[in-house]
């Protein structure tokens, strides 16, 4: 009874509304805008060609929880990527998806994707609206179909109406579904770390942490670089000889690419555990123990590995202090950011 | 459930009573139809796995998918201006009746002597974000694995293609769209004696034929035993493409 009078709700209004432009009903505390931290270059990520909106982010933040995007209806996008962990999770090294069947890398964390050229650990996927076809039609993620996902979709009760609200179509078809999760993805915006606070003169750092900071600018900036803290290329970090995962070699089928994976953002890096792209490592001290002594040598391995002074321990506590500035607080709690559902 | 259905009916009802008419084109344009007739050699080609055919390498094999794009359409008028149509994506699929013909719409009125298109879809669309109309990745040619569009898909099964056991299934999805693999291949068809008539009265039929034996043939000659698949941008995809360049040639038009 009680959801036949809502939905009675939902059309009386429609009706009301339909032939008007503004018809937002959730109310948000402002206006959705993609601001560009100061001192950071363009976004990659093309706005204009998505005219980002406030209706538009709620829909795409609506469809970024929807488990109606599984094919059993059970996960949705923020089962994998939890805000929490800044939309990374951290249960399975190897993310989890309908029936419990286990991919064969670990979930990312999300952040500054308007900023990326690439998309996944192999940088296989070029625009951040055509990504999310990846985990919809994957088989291991949500084993789904996009022409089932429009249909679904188009066939519930709210979805034509908020499509409407943000695009002025009740016709639902999987372009303008790309389109709001990209202004959703697009707004992941993290530059509210103490390491930020810190470079705006905002805050001041720890002697370890500026020791952390140091050591980090010498051994790591030239990949990890500021103040995406990644350089978007992609590198053999030493992890293998034999590559069980060819990485990048599987997009070019350029030998020269074996064993290279995209250098990860290691912003909020501190909740993103477990790490690397197989998920192998559980902690921040594992990866240092890793760079600092367990480098393996092959021919595509990065020549900034090759040579490498071994961390004393000192070094290890400061570089996790320094990484641990960059979490970001404000970012893991943002609610316009939050579940809605 | 049913009452769901009642209020979504209401609901649709009442947006789409709220449309404007279609702007009214005052422009002296008409219409051309593309038919595409698929064929293998001499025979039309029928998709399923009895009908066979043989290709250059003397292979049997018989087809069950094939599917092309046509894009970029441009119309050559006898005065020497070109037509070149908007938003010009096509996708032919010779297993699906509503796929094998399309019509391009504000034709100016003339006398047509050529036509060119692309074979694929040209690169800027293949990393453009979400696409719609016959780009919709929901058609199954857009390729998850490095981004793009298949430009054109030929499978079925050949006794030869000893890869894929018992069935003998190969698979050809071509892709490519930079760098030294790039597959994407212009065609340009000029109509000899024929013209495309269009006017006020006439709206023309361009009846092209497509060969699935130009595949196989030249310049590179290709067998299902040492080909069964491809997948990747490479030089075994470019073969097919430098091949299939030359797969449609003009049947006849109807003014």
Redesign the interface.
């Known amino acids: 009874m009680k959801k036949?009078r809502t939905?009675?709700f939902?059309?009386v209004s429609?009706?009301l509304f339909?032939?008007k432009k503004d018809t937002t009903i959730t109310k948000f505390p402002e206006e959705i805008q993609f601001v560009i931290p100061p001192g950071w270059a363009s976004a990659h990520y093309d706005f204009s060609?998505?005219k980002l909106t406030t209706n538009g982010f709620i829909l795409g933040r609506k469809l970024f929880y929807e488990t109606k995007l599984s094919q059993n209806n059970a996960i949705s996008c923020g089962s994998c990527h939890q805000q929490q962990f800044a939309f990374s999770n951290q249960y399975h090294a190897l993310s989890a998806g309908v029936n419990g069947v286990l991919g064969t890398r670990n979930a990312p964390a999300l952040s500054n994707l308007a900023w990326q050229t690439n998309f996944m650990w192999d940088g296989?996927?070029?625009?951040?609206?055509?990504m999310p076809?990846?985990p919809l039609?994957n088989h291991f993620e949500m084993n789904e179909?996009?022409?089932n996902v429009?249909n679904k979709l188009q066939?519930d009760?709210t979805y034509?109406?908020l499509f409407?609200n943000a695009f002025g179509t009740?016709t639902i078809?999987?372009?303008l579904?790309?389109?709001a999760l990209?202004q959703f993805m697009g707004m992941l915006v993290s530059s509210g770390s103490k390491y930020d606070k810190y470079e705006k003169g905002e805050t001041s750092f720890s002697t370890n942490e500026m020791n952390g900071l140091n050591l980090f600018t010498q051994k790591c900036a030239t990949c990890h670089t500021t103040p995406l803290f990644t350089n978007l290329q992609f590198m053999n970090f030493g992890l293998d000889s034999l590559f069980n995962d060819p990485g990048r070699a599987?997009?070019?089928?350029a030998a020269s690419d074996s064993g290279t994976f995209k250098v990860p953002s290691l912003r909020n890096v501190a909740l993103s555990s477990p790490y690397m792209h197989d998920g192998r490592f559980a902690t921040l001290a594992d990866v240092l123990e890793h760079y600092s002594t367990g480098i393996v040598h092959s021919s595509t391995l990065s020549p900034l590995l090759n040579t490498i002074a071994p961390l004393t321990s000192m070094e290890k506590q400061d570089l996790i202090l320094f990484l641990n500035t960059l979490t970001d607080s404000t970012f893991i709690t943002d609610a316009r950011f939050k579940n809605p559902n | 459930m049913k009452?769901?259905f009642f209020?979504?009916f209401?609901?649709?009802v009442?947006?789409s009573s709220?449309k404007k008419d279609a702007p009214v084109n005052l422009n002296p344009a008409g219409s051309v139809i593309f038919k595409f007739i698929n064929m293998a050699g001499d025979s039309n080609l029928i998709l399923n796995n009895i009908k066979t055919y043989i290709n250059a390498h003397n292979d049997t094999f018989s087809v069950h998918t094939f599917k092309y794009y046509i894009s970029n359409i441009k119309l050559t008028r006898n005065d020497g201006t070109i037509f070149s149509e908007k938003e010009s994506y096509h996708l032919i699929d010779a297993g699906n009746s509503k796929r094998t013909q399309f019509t391009l719409a504000n034709v100016p009125y003339g006398n047509y002597t050529a036509v060119s298109f692309i074979i694929g879809v040209d690169s800027v669309r293949n990393?453009?974000?979400?696409?719609?109309g016959d780009l919709?990745?929901?058609l199954g040619m857009?390729w998850?694995?490095?981004?793009g569009y298949i430009f054109a898909e030929l499978a079925g099964s050949s006794p030869q293609d000893t890869a894929h056991g018992l069935n003998h299934f190969f698979s050809y999805a071509i892709i490519g769209y930079s760098g030294q693999y790039n597959a994407l291949k212009t065609v340009r068809l000029p109509f000899y004696s024929d013209t495309a008539k269009v006017s006020p009265l006439i709206t023309p039929q361009v009846n092209l034929k497509a060969d699935v034996l130009e595949w196989f043939k030249t310049p590179t000659i290709i067998s299902f035993a040492a080909v069964p698949f491809t997948d990747?941008?490479?030089q075994t995809t470019l073969n097919f493409a430098n091949n299939y360049a030359d797969m449609f040639t003009l049947q006849s038009i109807r003014n």
């Open positions: 036949t939905l009675f939902v059309a429609v009706l339909s032939c060609t998505n296989g996927i070029t625009n951040l609206e055509v076809l990846a039609t179909t996009i022409n429009v066939n009760a034509p109406y409407n009740t078809s999987s372009q579904l790309l389109k990209a599987g997009i070019t089928g | 009452k769901q209020l979504f209401l609901i649709a009442f947006i709220c990393f453009s974000g979400a696409q719609t919709d990745p929901a857009f998850m694995w490095d981004t990747l941008p490479n």
